[in-house]
């Protein structure tokens, strides 16, 4: 059956594998594939700028989800050559220049969630929406993630594009 994954929990190192074991490509372990400091600091850069506009919460409580969700970032720049989109509020770049926004969950299951709240972000007429966004689905305990999907833009509705097999070469082209 595709689609079901595996993961040895008590092996920080294993690979997610569909049924017949193939590895999939969009796949990394943040501890053993990303430079620690790059993507730390970016996570500290980011919870920063989101602590200053929301005052509320704690820098400590910003800082841990950003670490979270900065390292397929961080791993998309190091491995695929995206590139950091230095407009304030975005993630990435792609390659070829498209903005790319880049979203971790913890469980395939509420992808849809992120979905829907990237679609009410939409409405809002202040927010510079990047023209895709990618969802990965991340372990906090063990900082394993894999891509769940790329999606795309059409008419203020994200429509999923790929899913999570996909060479850099075809994640490019995907970009066009």
Known sequence: MRGFY???HN??????????????IMEFNALE????????QRAVDEAVLIQKKSWHRKLGEVLE??????APEQWLIEHHGFTNN???YQDVLAPNGRS??????????WANYVIERQEDYANESWRDMAE???????????LTYSLEGVYKWEDKRLVKISENSLSTENLISLLS
């Open 86 to 88: 230095p407009a304030p």
């Open 11 to 24: 092996n920080p190192r294993s690979v997610f594998a569909d049924s017949v074991g193939s590895k999939r």
């Open 100 to 109: 790319v926004e880049v979203k971790t969950t913890a469980t395939p299951a």
């Open 6 to 8: 595996s993961l040895d």
């Open 33 to 40: 594939s990303i430079n620690r400091e790059q993507w730390l």
């Open 65 to 70: 989800k950003c670490i979270y969700g900065q």
């Open 132 to 142: 895709y966004v990618m969802i990965f689905v991340g372990s906090k305990k063990l």
